[in-house]
């Protein structure tokens, strides 16, 4: 088996076991690639029966417009159940990263609002597609990884994960999030959707759109919401975007990559990790971790 | 699509086939701080081109704050995820590396080397193909070098890198390389290991980690990457015997029934004869069916699902196998576990067996030896703390399907669940079945349990009177009785002080002594159950999971827990037998509220508050009890 193969087999494996021993699953669906390549191996591992779990999408009411549209026509045409959870108290009380920054704004539209959705739900598993290349502390996070009542991932408190056999015992009101994509790296998961012809939205291909620059970052004005700055005017340039989240917070990159092989040949000579275009890494060192163990992905 | 798009599309179309060719390699680095670990695996990411810019600016500026290389660029913070390590300077879990080159995929373990930490070594090692052991040149073979090498071994690994590393301290001496190779060579006969490749290497200069080095010509072996690269890994030629246990029965429509899961070893043909050999149900496989169309074969590691000709019942858990070559099907069998948990092991508590997919509960019979990790002797022991092996005897609820782990880990290895904490406390890889279970079989008896009870007009139940020492249980439950007695009712009393003067007589008290005290009067009572009987215990039992276990022996609603709920200054005051004084006095050891922990009930079906009620109310309460649930 070549290790593309290996990698699908070890995630439809991980799926099943959660199916089996859950009361509860949902798969939280951010839209990106990584939950595209997710969605796709949950189509696989339970066919020809449909995917046992609705898919549970967080919106922090400031996602890519096309983001919506894509998950909109990916459910309809896949025949999926979509939960779509918008943290209310938030959006009552205005908050957004330009009026709250990155930091406020993730944890109250982001880490509270799924905390909300999981209790909402009484959902006992979550699949996520966090992968273990992308950031020092994920390396270390089981592929089943524990969560308190709160929410809480506790680094030092781990169960030892063995061989293919993971422990998926909680009590009431505790839970795991499962992570089908732990030993998948960037360039495996472009390599896939290529191979398997996996559709993505199409902000991850290059065109004119567009952007601001801040910080050394290219922004893109996706709406009427965004406030420019004295001088500031928009510029059309030909940018893509390596990773997507909210799009005040997501740095484009430039590139005429309009192609899925043009994108991994530009990923082979690239010389910045995905995660350089997020702005929510770069708060502190060990930011990502300090935000897991408060119920982040 | 333009020429260029068109260029990069063909281009990509080749890379993409070579891709193809690319197989996995998982191993595992064994060696601590000081022998240059981190700094090793932060070589092999750096030189295959696997740091992007962005971190390579994060690490240089880690390497100022923290960094141990006087400014210069310190590879061993790339690895040392977490936060709180980093501080510390110690990696203190299992991390997971990834790198490529145009050869294979690789994924790298990095596990502590220091002695508390054999659980995550023991963890990485569990899905490696290889390892690579190092040395510092300057210190030679050492004991955590055995140490590193025997855990290996114990998992089964085949193939070993003995990586001499800090060649550059010992100024590329050759001497020093072959002095180290001997030694470790003559130590590792006692192991089983089929390839051993030595390679003198210096991580942080960079010698004979990707390429041949010039300061070592005396070396004509590969270099570490060119060796892990190349080194042969058993993939798809997989002669083993056929296994699958079953994931999940994949029913989407009464016309579709499958059964999904991966294969563990072995593969299967389309028409190939399967068996479930726990319930002995065989037939054969009519398709493999997956997303992408139905195979005519399937093998190891492949994920699908399968469909059968016969309508037979299989669920999860069960293992579909070989009709020719069969797993062991037993209730008993011998293993070697790795304790992973800070409580200690309690020969006979009741733990969750994990194998496979399927969950059964397990108890240890019998601890025969621990092995002390760095000599690899056998000593006696009674228990085994966090980080200790063991070699032991294992009973289960019912009998299940596997292979000894030498021949088959994937079905031969298992985890061990704590009930209650819900936490993984243990590994474990079968040596054998213990056909000694074979030989017991069940008697059915036509006078069952209801037509006993029937007779004497009650229905058989057990009355579990739990409660500090002092708190009045005997009293109670004494008086309990005599008013059954009374009533006509056929009882027994099993009572704590009387069971130890003689069915128990061989137990102290020790945490695990008491787990297996508990366990006899469990047993005793379900058997005075069988005949019929209300009976009454009357023990301390202080852990949930052994009042837990001796509920689990029973039917659904036979076992009524009592709890004697008197507070422990009452009981202390009250000291009827004297022996609280002692206990504070410290003569005696592991005394329950004193010494020992008593863990209160959360659901007991019956509560005493024992501080405030008469032994004669309390009495009547249960009695009530009784009646209200039909039993007299």
């Given amino acids: ?166 422990n998926g015992r909680v009590r009431k009101g505790e839970s795991i999030r499962a992570f089908p994509l732990s030993n998948w790296t960037e360039l495996d998961i472009w390599q896939y959707i290529y191979m398997e012809d996996i559709p993505i939205v199409p902000l991850y291909f290059a065109a004119k759109r567009p952007v601001v620059e801040r910080e050394g970052m290219l922004i893109m004005v996706d709406d009427e919401r965004m406030p420019l700055n004295a001088g500031e005017t928009p510029m059309m340039k030909s940018v ?21 092989p043009e994108i991994i040949q530009e990923m082979l000579v690239a010389r910045t990790s995905e995660r350089q275009g997020r702005l929510i890494d770069k708060d502190q060192a060990g930011s990502m971790e300090k935000k897991k163990q408060e119920g982040y992905f | 699509m333009n020429d260029l798009s068109k260029a990069a599309t063909a281009e990509i179309d080749a890379y993409l086939k070579t891709q193809e060719q690319k197989n996995l390699l998982r191993f595992i680095t064994c060696g601590s701080v000081d022998d240059g670990k981190s700094t090793f695996i932060g070589r092999l990411l750096w030189d295959s081109k696997l740091l992007f810019e962005d971190q390579l600016a994060a690490l240089t500026a880690e390497s100022k704050r ?15 995820g977490l936060q709180a390590e980093r501080e510390q300077g110690i990696t203190i879990d299992v991390a997971y590396r990834f790198f490529a080159t145009d050869k294979r995929k690789f994924i790298v373990a990095d596990t502590p080397g220091h002695e508390q930490y054999t659980r995550n070594m023991v963890t990485g090692a569990s899905t490696a193909d ?54 470790y060579m003559k130590f590792a006969e006692q192991l089983d290991f089929e390839e051993i490749t030595p390679i003198p290497v210096s991580a942080l200069k960079g010698d004979n980690m990707i390429c041949a080095s010039d300061a070592m010509p005396w070396y004509d072996g590969p270099s570490v990457l060119e060796h892990l690269e190349t080194v042969h890994v058993s993939a798809s030629d997989d002669n083993r015997p056929f296994r699958f246990p079953v994931q999940w029965v994949n029913r989407p429509n009464l016309d579709f029934r499958g059964f999904s899961g991966t ?3 072995g593969s299967i043909r389309v028409g190939d004869p399967i068996v479930e050999p726990a319930s002995g149900q065989s037939s054969k496989v009519a398709r493999i069916v997956t997303f992408d169309g139905d195979l005519k074969e399937a093998s190891k590691g492949q994920a699908v699902t399968l469909t059968l000709e016969d309508e037979i019942d299989i669920s999860r858990g069960d293992i579909l ?32 067996l994990k194998l496979g997919t399927g969950t059964t509960a397990a108890r240890i019979s019998s601890l025969k030896y621990k092995v002390n990790v760095n000599t690899m002797e056998h000593v006696a022991t009674k228990t085994l703390e966090l980080n200790e092996i063991g070699v032991c005897n294992l009973s289960l609820d019912k009998a299940i399907s596997f292979d000894p782990y030498a021949d088959i880990p994937e079905t031969g290895s298992f985890i061990l669940i704590d009930r209650f904490t819900n936490a993984t406390v243990a590994a474990g890889m079968i040596d054998f079945a213990l056909r000694r279970a074979d030989n017991i079989h069940w008697q059915s008896v036509d006078i069952h349990k209801e037509a006993r009870a029937e007779q004497k007009g009650q229905k058989a139940s057990v009355l579990w009177f739990t409660g500090l020492s002092g708190s009045g249980k005997s009293t109670i439950a004494n008086l309990v009785e005599k008013k059954l007695h009374a009533m006509n009712k056929h009882t027994y009393l ?83 037998k004297g022996l609280y004084k002692k206990a504070r006095a410290g003569e005696i050891k592991n005394f ?41």
């Avoid at chain 1, 799926?15 to 595209?36: C, H, T």
């Avoid at chain 2, 210069?72 to 690895?79: H, K, P, S, T, V």
């Avoid at chain 2, 039992?541 to 029973?554: D, V």
Wanted: glycine share 6%.
């Fill in chain 1, 1 to 166: 088996m070549t290790h593309l193969r290996q990698l699908e087999a070890e995630s439809i494996h991980i799926f099943r076991e959660v199916v089996a021993e859950f009361e509860r699953p949902v798969m939280l669906y951010s839209i990106g690639k990584d939950s595209a390549v997710l969605l796709h191996l949950a189509r696989k591992a339970f066919h020809p029966s449909p995917v046992p779990f609705p898919l549970l999408h967080v919106d922090t009411t400031w996602k890519f417009r096309d983001m919506i549209h894509f998950r909109d026509t990916i459910v309809k045409d896949y025949g999926l159940e979509l939960l779509v959870h918008i943290n209310a108290e938030g959006v009552k009380q205005g908050v957004g990263p330009f009026t709250h920054g990155s930091a406020l704004h993730t944890d109250i539209m982001k880490t509270e609002a799924l905390k909300q959705a999981l209790d909402h739900y009484k959902f006992d598993a979550a699949f996520g597609g966090a992968r273990r290349d992308e950031e020092a502390s994920r390396a270390k996070e089981r592929v089943f990884s524990f969560r308190n009542e709160a929410h809480r991932w506790d680094p030092k408190n781990q169960r030892p994960e063995l061989w293919n056999l993971y």
């Fill in chain 2, 321 to 352: 196998c070989a009709t020719k070559a069969r797993p062991a099907t037993a209730d008993q069998f011998e293993a070697k576990i790795v304790w992973m948990k800070a409580e200690p092991m309690l020969p006979s508590r009741t733990y969750l």
């Fill in chain 2, 130 to 183: 290889l390892a690579v052991i190092l040395i510092d040149a300057r210190k030679g073979v050492l004991i955590q070098t055995m140490r590193h090498s025997y855990l290996v071994s114990l998992l089964g690994i085949k193939k070993v890198v003995l990586a001499v590393n800090k060649m550059d301290l010992v100024d590329y001496d050759e001497a020093v390389f072959n002095k180290i190779l001997g030694d």
């Fill in chain 1, 240 to 260: 893509r975007f390596r990773t997507l989240g909210c799009y005040p917070l997501t740095g484009a990159i430039e590139s005429t990559a309009s192609t899925l």
């Fill in chain 2, 494 to 576: 099993l009572d704590g002080d009387n069971v130890r003067h003689g069915l128990n007589k061989d137990l102290g008290f020790t945490d695990a002594d008491r787990v297996e005290n508990i366990r006899r009067v469990g047993e005793t009572a379900k058997l005075m159950v069988d005949a019929g009987l209300i009976t009454l215990v009357s023990f301390i039992s202080p852990f949930r999971s052994e009042r837990q276990m001796a509920r689990g022996l029973l039917e659904e609603g036979e076992f009524l827990e009592v709890f004697v709920d008197t507070p422990l200054e009452i009981c202390e005051e009250r000291d009827i």
């Fill in chain 2, 66 to 80: 923290v960094g141990t290389q006087n400014g210069g660029i310190d590879y061993a913070l790339l690895l040392d």
């Fill in chain 2, 592 to 632: 329950t509220g004193i010494s020992s922990d008593y863990e209160r009930p959360e659901n007991a079906e019956i509560i005493i508050d024992g501080g405030k009620t008469s032994p004669e109310d309390a009495a009547d309460q249960i009695i009530a009890t009784l009646e209200m649930r039909g039993f007299i």
């Fill in chain 2, 263 to 265: 294969v563990a070893s």
